[in-house]
């Protein structure tokens, strides 16, 4: 387990099966769908795992 703020994701490949997110929010804002697809591409190595797992916690925090 590795437990990371986002600069870790953002370009650092592991071999890590599942990626969990505790939220979808960036100091209050709601992280691009590029940024996204950049997280959640970090789950499932080539020819290491035949999926990459992601799993985001979905909250109303934020939401006025």
Do not use: P
Not at 31 to 49: H, L, M, P, Q, S
């Amino acid at each position: 387990m590795i437990v990371a703020t986002s600069t870790l994701v953002q370009g650092v490949n592991l071999r890590v099966s599942t990626v969990i997110s505790s939220t979808r929010y960036q100091a209050g804002t709601a992280i691009t769908k590029r940024d996204f697809w950049n997280i959640a591409g970090r789950a499932g190595r080539a020819f290491v795992d035949h999926e990459g797992k992601i799993l985001v916690a979905l909250d109303n925090y934020w939401k006025g």
